[in-house]
């Protein structure tokens, strides 16, 4: 009767100790689990951080593989890009032999195209429609370039409210600014601060909408700069409209202006859209 007693008791401990056991750690793990118990840097300062790092590229050149959705077809190309921050863009389409067989320059928000293979040009403005009919995205001309890039906040805004959360391990910024009705939302390395998604939401007086959804990734380190090698753009129905896919590029050169100039050839035909 002892000898079953003390089984008894020495079980009953037993059990005792490992409830103790499994609740301490469950209670550690809600505890490292509580969302508003995860330090978070100022949302202030972490907006400025990013303000900082993407207003360090001033100019870039280069290679890239382009994929794009425009209104009509999805096209493929490898190009040479140039792009300043001043509101210059010029895109080289290549052949196999490398040699150009498209031109696209953007400047002043106006827009200038030539085809070789059939001698054809189109000179006019580079509004939102254009940009969608030509690229697949309703951006303005600056806003363009500055996607390009590799700005998270490539629609500026000026003064937002901003507010920031933890998000698996990475930080969401959340930045709207009313008066011009423009709302991100920013998925942010918790660490390095790198952008890695970005979510638009823009809407304008007449009651239309745009939302993008960018994508960042294979960052590198180019001078002083961690610069995305790959973005990637998503319009609202969750289809990519544009990827760039960077080879090859130097950031802030001193690039020459006439390379943003254009006057298409004698013999060329002008073409409207």
């Known amino acids: 009767m002892r000898l079953r007693f003390r089984r008894a008791a020495v079980a009953a401990a037993a059990c005792l100790s490992l409830l103790s056991f499994l609740g301490g750690c469950a209670g550690l793990q809600g505890r490292r689990s509580r969302p508003e118990e995860v330090s978070l840097p100022a949302p202030a300062d972490v907006y400025e951080q990013v303000l900082q790092e993407q207003g360090k590229v001033t100019t870039l050149s280069g290679t890239a593989k382009v994929r794009l959705q425009g209104m009509e077809k999805t096209v493929q190309f490898e190009g040479v890009v140039a792009c300043s921050r001043k509101g210059a863009l010029r895109l080289e389409v290549l052949d196999f032999w490398d040699h150009v067989v498209f031109l696209a320059i953007l400047r002043g928000g106006l827009l200038s195209t030539y085809s070789v293979g059939d001698k054809t040009y189109f000179q006019g403005p580079a509004g939102p429609a254009e940009l969608k009919r030509f690229l697949g995205i309703p951006l303005e001309g600056q806003d363009l370039i500055n996607l390009i890039l590799g700005d ?8 937002p409210r901003l507010r920031l ?22 998925w942010l390395d918790r660490d390095d601060k790198r952008a890695l998604r970005s979510y638009l939401v823009r809407s304008d007086p007449a009651g239309g909408t745009l939302s993008l959804q960018v994508s960042y990734g294979r960052h590198r380190e180019v001078g002083s700069s961690d610069f995305p090698f790959r973005i990637r753009v998503a319009d609202s129905a969750n289809q990519e409209v544009l990827s760039v896919e960077y080879e090859s590029i130097e ?3 001193a690039l020459d202006e006439r390379l943003f100039e254009f006057t298409p050839p004698a013999d060329s035909e002008r073409v409207t859209w």
């Open 152 to 159: 998270p906040f490539f629609v500026p805004m000026d003064e």
């Open 165 to 186: 959360s933890n998000d698996n391990g990475n930080l969401l910024l959340d930045a709207e600014d009313e008066p011009r009705r423009v709302r991100y939302l920013t």
């Open 251 to 253: 950031l802030d050169r």
